[in-house]
Protein backbone atom coordinates (compact mmCIF):
# COMPACT_ATOMS: atom_id res chain seq x y z
CA UNK A 1 0.00 0.00 0.00
CA UNK A 2 1.67 3.48 -1.52
CA UNK A 3 2.12 5.83 1.97
CA UNK A 4 0.09 8.47 0.09
CA UNK A 5 -2.44 8.50 -2.49
CA UNK A 6 -4.34 10.35 -5.02
CA UNK A 7 -7.26 8.91 -6.65
CA UNK A 8 -8.84 10.99 -9.29
CA UNK A 9 -9.03 14.39 -7.20
CA UNK A 10 -10.80 16.95 -8.55
CA UNK A 11 -11.48 20.18 -6.99
CA UNK A 12 -13.09 22.71 -9.31
CA UNK A 13 -13.59 26.55 -8.25
CA UNK A 14 -14.89 27.45 -11.67
CA UNK A 15 -13.14 29.40 -14.50
CA UNK A 16 -10.39 26.63 -15.15
CA UNK A 17 -9.40 27.22 -11.97
CA UNK A 18 -8.32 23.91 -9.09
CA UNK A 19 -6.80 20.74 -10.01
CA UNK A 20 -8.67 18.05 -12.09
CA UNK A 21 -8.51 13.86 -11.88
CA UNK A 22 -5.38 14.12 -10.34
CA UNK A 23 -3.63 10.76 -9.72
CA UNK A 24 -0.44 9.65 -8.20
CA UNK A 25 0.81 7.82 -5.18
CA UNK A 26 4.42 8.31 -3.10
CA UNK A 27 5.91 4.92 -1.77
CA UNK A 28 7.81 4.36 1.82
CA UNK A 29 10.90 5.92 1.73
CA UNK A 30 10.10 7.90 -1.37
CA UNK A 31 11.12 11.55 -1.83
CA UNK A 32 8.25 12.87 -4.89
CA UNK A 33 8.71 16.15 -6.43
CA UNK A 34 5.75 17.79 -7.29
CA UNK A 35 6.20 20.66 -9.54
CA UNK A 36 4.38 23.24 -11.24
CA UNK A 37 4.31 26.95 -12.03
CA UNK A 38 2.33 29.36 -9.48
CA UNK A 39 -1.64 28.74 -9.88
CA UNK A 40 -1.32 25.25 -11.28
CA UNK A 41 -2.99 23.32 -8.58
CA UNK A 42 0.10 22.59 -6.06
CA UNK A 43 -1.13 24.09 -2.95
CA UNK A 44 -4.91 23.04 -3.52
CA UNK A 45 -3.74 19.76 -3.84
CA UNK A 46 -1.69 19.79 -0.51
CA UNK A 47 -4.44 21.51 0.90
CA UNK A 48 -6.83 18.41 0.14
CA UNK A 49 -3.96 16.00 1.55
CA UNK A 50 -3.66 17.73 4.67
CA UNK A 51 -7.34 18.08 5.23
CA UNK A 52 -8.45 21.92 4.98
CA UNK A 53 -10.29 21.01 1.80
CA UNK A 54 -12.18 18.14 0.60
CA UNK A 55 -12.71 17.41 -2.85
CA UNK A 56 -15.74 17.36 -5.37
CA UNK A 57 -14.49 14.11 -6.29
CA UNK A 58 -11.94 11.30 -5.92
CA UNK A 59 -10.14 10.56 -2.24
CA UNK A 60 -6.95 10.83 -0.45
CA UNK A 61 -5.00 8.93 2.06
CA UNK A 62 -2.42 8.54 4.12
CA UNK A 63 -1.34 4.84 5.21
CA UNK A 64 -4.24 3.94 4.51
CA UNK A 65 -6.29 6.33 6.58
CA UNK A 66 -8.43 9.57 4.64
CA UNK A 67 -7.30 12.82 4.56
CA UNK A 68 -10.33 14.51 4.62
CA UNK A 69 -12.23 12.27 7.68
CA UNK A 70 -9.14 10.79 10.14
CA UNK A 71 -7.28 13.85 9.74
CA UNK A 72 -6.22 14.01 13.56
CA UNK A 73 -4.66 10.12 13.40
CA UNK A 74 -3.03 11.39 10.50
CA UNK A 75 -1.21 14.63 11.65
CA UNK A 76 0.21 12.95 14.87
CA UNK A 77 3.08 11.41 12.47
CA UNK A 78 3.33 14.23 9.98
CA UNK A 79 5.14 17.12 9.33
CA UNK A 80 3.86 19.81 6.96
CA UNK A 81 5.37 23.21 5.64
CA UNK A 82 2.57 25.50 4.30
CA UNK A 83 3.67 27.72 1.13
CA UNK A 84 3.07 30.77 3.62
CA UNK A 85 3.43 29.50 7.51
CA UNK A 86 1.50 31.80 9.33
CA UNK A 87 2.85 32.19 12.65
CA UNK A 88 1.75 34.16 15.58
CA UNK A 89 3.58 37.62 15.45
CA UNK A 90 2.96 38.11 19.25
CA UNK A 91 5.06 34.91 20.22
CA UNK A 92 8.62 34.34 20.32
CA UNK A 93 10.08 31.68 17.92
CA UNK A 94 11.14 29.16 21.10
CA UNK A 95 7.97 29.87 22.82
CA UNK A 96 5.83 28.98 19.95
CA UNK A 97 7.82 25.64 19.16
CA UNK A 98 7.52 24.52 23.07
CA UNK A 99 3.31 25.47 22.18
CA UNK A 100 3.20 23.53 19.68
CA UNK A 101 5.23 20.61 21.12
CA UNK A 102 3.00 20.82 24.62
CA UNK A 103 -0.33 20.51 21.60
CA UNK A 104 0.93 17.64 20.16
CA UNK A 105 1.29 15.88 23.61
CA UNK A 106 5.95 15.66 23.23
CA UNK A 107 7.90 15.18 26.18
CA UNK A 108 10.16 18.21 25.70
CA UNK A 109 10.72 19.39 22.40
CA UNK A 110 12.05 16.54 20.46
CA UNK A 111 14.67 17.56 17.80
CA UNK A 112 14.08 21.29 18.12
CA UNK A 113 17.44 22.37 19.22
CA UNK A 114 19.36 19.72 17.04
CA UNK A 115 17.44 21.87 14.18
CA UNK A 116 17.30 25.34 15.08
CA UNK A 117 21.28 24.82 15.34
CA UNK A 118 21.76 23.34 11.92
CA UNK A 119 19.99 25.98 10.43
CA UNK A 120 21.69 29.04 12.67
CA UNK A 121 17.82 29.49 14.09
CA UNK A 122 18.01 32.06 17.36
CA UNK A 123 14.52 31.75 18.44
CA UNK A 124 14.75 33.63 21.13
CA UNK A 125 13.19 36.99 19.19
CA UNK A 126 9.84 37.62 18.20
CA UNK A 127 8.12 36.27 15.20
CA UNK A 128 6.89 39.55 13.83
CA UNK A 129 10.60 40.91 13.79
CA UNK A 130 11.86 37.93 12.10
CA UNK A 131 12.64 38.15 8.39
CA UNK A 132 10.96 36.09 5.87
CA UNK A 133 13.92 33.30 6.22
CA UNK A 134 14.24 33.21 10.04
CA UNK A 135 10.33 32.63 9.94
CA UNK A 136 10.76 29.82 7.39
CA UNK A 137 13.41 28.42 9.55
CA UNK A 138 10.85 28.24 12.56
CA UNK A 139 8.22 26.92 9.98
CA UNK A 140 10.82 23.98 8.89
CA UNK A 141 11.69 23.42 12.96
CA UNK A 142 8.41 23.03 13.79
CA UNK A 143 7.55 20.44 10.87
CA UNK A 144 10.50 18.07 11.90
CA UNK A 145 10.86 18.31 15.67
CA UNK A 146 8.88 15.51 16.62
CA UNK A 147 10.60 13.14 13.91
CA UNK A 148 6.82 12.48 11.49
CA UNK A 149 7.73 9.46 9.55
CA UNK A 150 5.61 11.26 6.87
CA UNK A 151 6.47 15.51 5.15
CA UNK A 152 4.56 17.40 3.11
CA UNK A 153 6.58 20.52 2.25
CA UNK A 154 4.75 23.40 0.24
CA UNK A 155 7.55 25.29 -0.98
CA UNK A 156 10.08 24.66 2.23
CA UNK A 157 12.85 26.75 1.37
CA UNK A 158 11.26 29.93 0.13
CA UNK A 159 13.24 32.50 1.60
CA UNK A 160 15.95 30.73 2.64
CA UNK A 161 20.01 32.22 1.39
CA UNK A 162 21.82 29.54 -0.64
CA UNK A 163 23.48 27.90 2.26
CA UNK A 164 20.58 27.26 4.25
CA UNK A 165 18.90 25.68 1.07
CA UNK A 166 21.96 23.12 0.70
CA UNK A 167 21.49 22.40 4.16
CA UNK A 168 17.69 21.73 3.98
CA UNK A 169 18.59 19.18 0.72
CA UNK A 170 20.99 17.87 3.14
CA UNK A 171 18.48 17.18 5.66
CA UNK A 172 15.65 15.90 3.55
CA UNK A 173 18.64 13.34 1.85
CA UNK A 174 19.65 12.35 5.49
CA UNK A 175 15.37 11.43 6.03
CA UNK A 176 15.52 9.88 2.95
CA UNK A 177 17.88 7.55 4.19
CA UNK A 178 15.69 7.17 7.68
CA UNK A 179 13.05 5.88 5.72
CA UNK A 180 10.60 8.70 5.67
CA UNK A 181 7.74 9.55 3.33
CA UNK A 182 8.28 12.81 1.59
CA UNK A 183 5.92 14.74 -1.01
CA UNK A 184 7.68 18.38 -1.71
CA UNK A 185 6.26 20.84 -4.00
CA UNK A 186 8.84 23.53 -5.19
CA UNK A 187 10.48 25.60 -7.50
CA UNK A 188 14.04 24.81 -6.96
CA UNK A 189 15.20 23.02 -9.54
CA UNK A 190 18.37 21.73 -8.04
CA UNK A 191 16.55 21.03 -4.87
CA UNK A 192 13.89 18.77 -6.35
CA UNK A 193 17.57 16.86 -8.61
CA UNK A 194 19.26 16.30 -6.18
CA UNK A 195 16.59 14.77 -3.56
CA UNK A 196 13.42 13.06 -5.83
CA UNK A 197 13.58 9.75 -7.41
CA UNK A 198 10.28 10.50 -8.81
CA UNK A 199 8.38 13.89 -10.12
CA UNK A 200 5.07 15.00 -11.23
CA UNK A 201 4.46 18.16 -13.07
CA UNK A 202 1.14 19.80 -13.05
CA UNK A 203 -0.61 22.07 -15.46
CA UNK A 204 -3.22 23.80 -15.48
CA UNK A 205 -5.09 21.66 -12.49
CA UNK A 206 -3.97 18.63 -14.64
CA UNK A 207 -0.70 15.93 -14.21
CA UNK A 208 1.39 16.63 -17.10
CA UNK A 209 3.78 13.89 -16.55
CA UNK A 210 5.13 11.43 -13.77
CA UNK A 211 7.94 10.29 -13.95
CA UNK A 212 11.09 9.05 -12.80
CA UNK A 213 13.95 12.32 -13.35
CA UNK A 214 16.26 9.71 -15.03
CA UNK A 215 13.75 8.98 -17.39
CA UNK A 216 12.67 12.60 -18.09
CA UNK A 217 16.31 13.62 -18.57
CA UNK A 218 16.16 11.19 -21.50
CA UNK A 219 13.31 12.13 -23.11
CA UNK A 220 14.37 16.12 -23.61
CA UNK A 221 15.02 17.52 -26.11
CA UNK A 222 18.63 18.37 -25.81
CA UNK A 223 20.68 21.55 -27.12
CA UNK A 224 23.84 21.82 -29.03
CA UNK A 225 26.78 24.61 -30.47
CA UNK A 226 28.21 22.87 -33.26
CA UNK A 227 30.64 25.53 -34.63
CA UNK A 228 32.48 25.53 -38.08
CA UNK A 229 35.54 26.44 -39.71
CA UNK A 230 34.24 29.11 -41.64
CA UNK A 231 31.21 31.36 -41.21
CA UNK A 232 29.93 30.26 -44.56
CA UNK A 233 30.19 26.44 -43.47
CA UNK A 234 28.44 27.40 -40.69
CA UNK A 235 25.24 28.69 -42.84
CA UNK A 236 25.40 25.55 -45.52
CA UNK A 237 25.41 23.55 -41.93
CA UNK A 238 22.19 25.05 -41.06
CA UNK A 239 20.60 24.06 -43.83
CA UNK A 240 21.17 20.37 -43.82
CA UNK A 241 18.35 18.11 -43.83
CA UNK A 242 16.39 17.47 -40.58
CA UNK A 243 17.96 19.94 -38.56
CA UNK A 244 16.13 22.18 -35.76
CA UNK A 245 18.24 25.37 -35.91
CA UNK A 246 17.84 27.73 -33.06
CA UNK A 247 20.60 29.92 -33.71
CA UNK A 248 23.67 30.55 -36.28
CA UNK A 249 26.07 33.24 -35.31
CA UNK A 250 28.96 33.37 -37.00
CA UNK A 251 30.95 30.20 -37.18
CA UNK A 252 28.78 28.73 -34.40
CA UNK A 253 25.11 26.92 -35.06
CA UNK A 254 22.78 25.79 -32.45
CA UNK A 255 20.59 22.93 -32.95
CA UNK A 256 18.31 20.91 -31.00
CA UNK A 257 17.65 17.52 -31.16
CA UNK A 258 14.26 15.66 -30.38
CA UNK A 259 13.73 12.32 -31.99
CA UNK A 260 17.22 10.67 -32.27
CA UNK A 261 21.15 11.97 -33.77
CA UNK A 262 21.11 10.51 -36.66
CA UNK A 263 20.13 14.33 -38.70
CA UNK A 264 23.27 15.46 -36.49
CA UNK A 265 25.61 12.92 -37.07
CA UNK A 266 25.34 13.22 -40.72
CA UNK A 267 25.31 16.42 -41.29
CA UNK A 268 28.31 16.93 -38.93
CA UNK A 269 29.82 13.82 -41.39
CA UNK A 270 29.56 16.74 -44.35
CA UNK A 271 30.99 19.75 -42.89
CA UNK A 272 34.08 20.78 -41.65
CA UNK A 273 33.12 20.94 -37.95
CA UNK A 274 36.13 21.93 -35.70
CA UNK A 275 34.02 21.68 -31.92
CA UNK A 276 30.49 20.58 -30.37
CA UNK A 277 29.33 21.80 -26.96
CA UNK A 278 26.30 19.86 -25.30
CA UNK A 279 25.90 22.42 -22.11
CA UNK A 280 24.61 21.16 -19.06
CA UNK A 281 20.67 20.77 -18.84
CA UNK A 282 19.21 20.24 -15.42
CA UNK A 283 15.36 19.87 -14.20
CA UNK A 284 14.47 23.28 -15.10
CA UNK A 285 14.89 22.31 -19.04
CA UNK A 286 12.07 19.10 -18.44
CA UNK A 287 9.94 21.40 -16.68
CA UNK A 288 9.84 24.09 -19.47
CA UNK A 289 9.72 21.50 -22.03
CA UNK A 290 6.07 20.74 -20.41
CA UNK A 291 5.34 24.69 -19.66
CA UNK A 292 6.68 26.08 -23.03
CA UNK A 293 5.58 26.61 -26.79
CA UNK A 294 6.66 22.97 -27.44
CA UNK A 295 3.94 21.50 -24.72
CA UNK A 296 1.48 24.50 -26.01
CA UNK A 297 2.37 23.05 -29.53
Known amino acids: MSVIALSHITKDYGGGHGVFDVSFAVEQGEVFGFLG ?148 SSHMFEEVERTCARVGILREGRLAAVEEIGTLKTRRSRTYSVTLSTPDAAAAFAAAPGLRVQAVQGCTVTVRVRDGMSALTTAMARFPVTSIDAPRQSLEDVFLHYYGKEAQN
Open 37 to 184: PNGAGKTTTIRQLMGFLAPDSGACTINGLDCRTQTAAIQKNMGYIPGEPALPDDMRGGEFIRFLAAYRGMRGTGRAGELCERFELDASGRIRRMSKGMKQKVAIVCALMHDPAVLILDEPTSGLDPLMQNRFIDLILEEKQRGKTVLM
